[in-house]
């Protein structure tokens, strides 16, 4: 069996995504790129579809027989329309929750059994600074203000909760289970809720690559580039 190690991430057709596969395999690892829509050089995989979970993981294991990394990086905005306190689609909240929080239950659990095959196994999943309840409740920071969007941070406070829990249990098996906050960057993500941002794809992927690589990888933390992020 190779020795390199092997990683998946999801939605990693563009974006931050396609920034972390780029990033990963510039490292040496195999990267396996999941996209919802598949195409060349991607492995079909929707999140949020049971009967894709479950081809994808037969795919990786037929190739690869184990994963060591996996990155849960898709995820939705659900733009803005829907989302705003007061003005509320319950709809539009399901749809930003099964992808961005029930998607990542389902592919996690799917794959446990090859990452229990690989070496020293590590999850990382890709959450948002707009999930901080210490930042969200402070009246000085700057999300104490504007019209935000109400699904999409409560998605991403309930991965932070998801990724906790199973860094709890997968630890005595050597499987570490982190979150991250990428940062605002200047993506189509970002377009869909009307943001005009600089930073830029690679920056927000950095803090992924270094808890996909560093030596001794931390668990149940939730992190940016500069350190912890407070819950």
């Known amino acids: 069996m190779s020795t390199t190690r092997i990683a998946l991430v999801t939605g990693a057709n563009r974006g931050i995504g396609a920034a ?15 996209s919802r829509g598949g195409g060349p050089g991607t492995l079909r995989l929707d999140v949020t579809d049971d009967d894709s979970v479950r081809d ?18 898709a995820g939705i905005s659900g ?14 909240m399901r749809t930003v ?11 996690t659990e799917a794959f446990l059994p090859l990452l229990r095959k690989g070496d020293g196994g590590r ?9 901080s309840l210490t930042w ?13 969007p109400l699904a999409y941070p409560a998605s991403k406070a309930a991965l932070n909760m998801v990724t906790v829990m199973y860094a709890k249990t997968l630890a005595s098996e050597g499987i570490t289970v982190n979150a991250v906050a990428p940062g605002a960057c200047g993506t189509d993500f970002a377009t869909d809720l009307g ?11 950095a803090i992924v690559l270094h808890l996909a690589t560093v030596a001794e990888s931390p668990t149940g933390t939730f992190v940016q580039d500069d350190g912890p992020v407070p819950w």
């Open 97 to 107: 929750f099964e992808t961005n929080l029930f998607g990542v239950v389902r592919v």
């Open 136 to 148: 969200q409740s402070d009246p000085g920071h700057a999300f104490a203000s504007g019209r935000l």
């Open 79 to 92: 733009g803005i329309d829907g989302q705003v306190s007061g003005e509320i689609d319950p709809e539009v």
């Open 56 to 73: 994808a993981v037969a795919e990786v294991a037929g190739r690869y027989g184990r994963l060591d990394v996996l990155v849960n990086n």
């Open 195 to 205: 943001l005009s941002l600089e930073r830029t794809a690679e920056q927000g992927a």
């Open 20 to 34: 972390i596969a780029a990033g990963l395999a510039a490292q040496g690892m195999t990267v396996v790129a999941g």
């Open 123 to 131: 999850i990382i999943n890709v959450s948002s600074g707009t999930a």
